[in-house]
Structures are given as C-alpha cells and as structure tokens.
C-alpha cells in the first residue's frame, strides 16, 4: 500500500511570492490533515478535511492560506502571498474514519514525509 | 487550553542506559494520548498509544493522569532508538463526531552513544 505522498519535497521562494503544496492520501482513507512545524515550535494542526468538507479549520493561522479537496481526494495548500514566518515543514496525514473515543478503536494518522518550505 | 510540553530538547544517553522521555499534559476532557517517532530521513510514525497499554521496541508509556503524564521508558537504550520522539494528545471536539485532531509537543530528541 502507498503512503501519503507530498509534492515538493523542498520549495524555496522570495516573501510576497505563491506556493501550492500537495498531499496525496493513503486510498480510501476519507480524512485528511495538514500540519505545521515552525523551527523549534510544535507540530501545529492546521485544519481537517473529512472527504472534501472542511470539517475544522481552526489552526489555519490567516487567510493568506488556502486548503482546497476537490473531489475528496488529493489536497493543496496555498499560501499566498507567503512571509517570512511561514518557513517550516509542512506535513499531510490522512486516516480512515475515527470512531468514537469512548468504546472506539483509534484510527491512526498516517503522516507524509513533509514539505519543507523557506521563504526568504 | 490544550496543551503538550516535553521539556527536554535533547536528550543523551549511552547504549544500555535506561532512557526516560517526559511528556505532561494539559486537557480537561478524558485524554487519549501518543508517542510518535521520526527517525533519520524517514516520516512522522506512531509509536505508541495509553490505551492499548503495549510495549513497542521495548518502549512503555503508562498515562499518569494524578501528574498529567505520559512519560515513555525503556530499560535498555539500543543506538537504533536515536529519533526525534514527539508526545501527542488527541483533541476531541464535541460537533456530532470524533476526531483525531493531534496536539503535539516540541519533541525531544533522542541521542544514543556507542
């Protein structure tokens, strides 16, 4: 089976510029998930994509950032125009549907290798 | 507020010492809690989880909730545990539904020497 896969692996752009970054989940998993990671900061969630709904976009830190998931399957994150301060490794995750945490099993995130992001 | 804090950036241990990871929460619901491991060049993973109470690659964490802990152990070190280890609280949100929404600690990263 494919793990969730990212496109770039590395992007390097000047502030004020656009990136697009992508995630492919794992097949048939309905969730996705976008995180952050900031040099010497926490992972930080982003947002949630339950098929191609948003289901919580909490962690989005501005409207510069975009999350689109068409069709309920790949995702893209756009950050535009990007700063400074969105240099960082973004990660993907998808799962399968989590049950409830009471009497539920855990559906285990599966994370992508990142996309290491600089914004100079 | 939700909160995961492992206090050590890095931790060194030599080969066959027993290693402890601090992890200590913050979450007034009921937590459900993790480890996750990132070894050299490869991708985030899960190591670990309080509630099926298992030992994975020796590795045991047992969820402290009178200390608001999670602290992961093993007796031996092997240098094959040399990771970034990142200790995470699974955030439930009362809309109708679960989630596996993740607060994760800044990590800890853990050395092992020869």
């Known amino acids: 089976e494919a793990g969730v896969t990212q496109f770039p692996s590395h992007s390097v752009i000047e502030k004020g510029q656009t990136v697009t970054l992508r995630c492919d989940p794992i097949s048939g998993h309905d969730n996705l998930y976008w995180y952050r990671r900031v040099m010497g900061k926490e992972i930080k969630f982003l947002l949630h994509?339950?098929?191609?709904?948003?289901?919580?976009e909490s962690g989005m830190p501005n409207n510069r950032f975009l999350a689109e998931r068409t069709g309920g399957t790949y995702s893209t994150l756009k950050v535009q125009p990007a700063e400074l301060e969105d240099s960082g490794v973004y990660f993907c995750?998808?799962?399968?549907?989590?049950?409830?945490?009471?009497?539920?099993?855990?559906?285990?995130?599966?994370f992508g290798p990142g996309t290491r992001l600089t914004v100079l | 507020a939700q909160r995961v804090t492992q206090p050590e950036k890095l931790l060194s241990v030599f080969k066959g010492a027993p290693v402890e990871l601090k992890c200590n929460y913050s979450?007034?619901?009921?937590?459900?809690l993790f480890w996750y491991v990132q070894y050299s060049r490869q991708r985030l993973q899960l190591l670990l989880r309080h509630i099926s109470r298992e030992s994975i690659k020796g590795f045991t964490a047992d969820l402290n909730k009178g200390e608001t802990s999670f602290h992961l152990k093993k007796p031996f070190a092997q240098e094959e545990d040399s990771a970034m280890y990142y200790c995470?609280?699974?955030?439930?949100?009362?809309?109708?539904?679960?989630?596996?929404?993740?607060?994760f600690g800044t990590g800890t990263l853990l050395a092992v020497q020869p």
């Open positions: 994509f339950v098929k191609e709904s948003k289901q919580d």
């Open positions: 995750a998808s799962s399968r549907t989590p049950k409830r945490l009471a009497g539920g099993d855990y559906n285990e995130q599966f």
């Open positions: 979450y007034s619901g009921s937590p459900e």
């Open positions: 995470a609280l699974r955030f439930e949100k009362n809309y109708g539904g679960a989630t596996n929404k993740l607060i």
